[in-house]
């Protein structure tokens, strides 16, 4: 799925993996997030030579409705972990509004663990 | 959806196999017949490929599958909380890895082992810890009880009762590792030994 904007000269279309891999560096840049989780199918992409990484950020858009982000993140221990997600939520909402113009409709932060 | 897929494929290859099971066990398949068809199949280079290929599309499909299905088992366990921009759900191997570096930090304790269930009531930790000799069990199990349940509070935002009930497994010699250890080192610190002038 990929989202479009039409303008005079054509059609711009943004890859939900553009949208994913900027979901990645935002969260990266909240104080207290250790690591963006991997799965199989990221790390197969990054053996195979795809360089930008977006790990097992998932990014869905239904019908008519506005884009969904579900990140998975390990957190740095000492930190308070709703004050963490919620600080990631801001930041890559803010982070995909500003650089693809994309409203979110949810964005779903899934703790995997805690580590130094 | 993709789970009632993965579940799907994983019936069609159990019933496959039993009904192949089945017509072999009742003689419904000639083995003559059978044998012609394997035979071509091991010969044929066209056959081969089509088999292997189809092997490897099998692998793949029961890896995605089980990942499918693991991926499900643990998104239930899971403690969530909503916010303004959306769903934010805790595993409780997080909650596992927080207790453990908790009671790491603890010099009372040698090695800790974290079990976390999420019921109705609220919490269940089951902490199971290896102690030094010196410490007062009572005392400190308790002080350790109360240290995980408000650390969880902060760091997780929890209101839910929280119920730790910790398990001592073993209790090991402090001072006699220590004297060990102070014997080693006062071994090696001989500086220049072994030195001829």
């Given at each position: 799925m990929r989202e479009e904007e039409k303008t005079d000269f054509g059609t711009i279309k943004i890859h939900n993996n553009v949208i994913a891999s900027i979901a990645y560096l935002a969260a990266l840049?909240?104080?207290?997030?250790?690591r963006i989780c991997d799965d199989i199918k990221s790390r197969i992409a990054y053996l195979i030579g795809k360089k930008t990484k977006c790990g097992a950020i998932d990014t869905k858009t239904e019908k008519n409705e506005n884009m969904s982000i579900t990140v998975p993140i390990i957190v740095k221990y000492g930190y308070n972990i709703p004050e963490v997600a919620l600080k990631v939520q801001e930041k890559i909402k803010t982070a995909v509004e500003q650089a693809a113009d994309i409203p979110l409709k949810d964005i779903v932060v899934k703790i995997k663990g805690v580590e130094k | 959806m993709k789970t009632a897929l993965s579940i799907l494929f994983y019936t069609i290859i159990f019933a496959f196999i039993g009904t192949l099971a089945m017509a072999f066990a009742f003689h419904l398949i000639d083995i003559n017949e059978l044998m012609t068809q394997l035979a071509y199949a091991y010969n044929d280079l066209r056959m081969r490929l089509i088999t292997g290929l189809s092997g490897l599309v099998f692998i793949l499909l029961s890896f995605s599958a089980t990942q499918v299905i693991t991926g499900k088992i643990q998104r239930e366990k899971t403690i969530a909380f909503n916010n303004p921009n959306g769903q934010v759900t805790i595993t409780l191997s997080a909650v596992e890895d927080l207790i453990k570096r908790l009671a790491h930090q603890l010099s009372e304790i040698k090695d800790a082992k974290a079990d976390v269930k999420a019921t109705k009531k609220g919490i269940d930790i089951r902490l199971r810890v290896v102690l030094r000799s010196e410490t007062n069990i009572p005392d400190f199990t308790a002080r350790l009880q109360d240290l995980i349940a408000s650390k969880i509070q902060e760091v997780f935002g929890i209101d839910e009762p929280i119920n730790v009930k910790i398990h001592v497994a073993k209790i090991i010699g402090f001072e006699d590792k220590q004297k060990k250890r102070s014997e080693k080192n006062e071994e090696i610190d001989v500086p220049y030994q072994g030195l001829k002038i």
């Open positions: 840049e909240v104080d207290g997030v250790s | -």
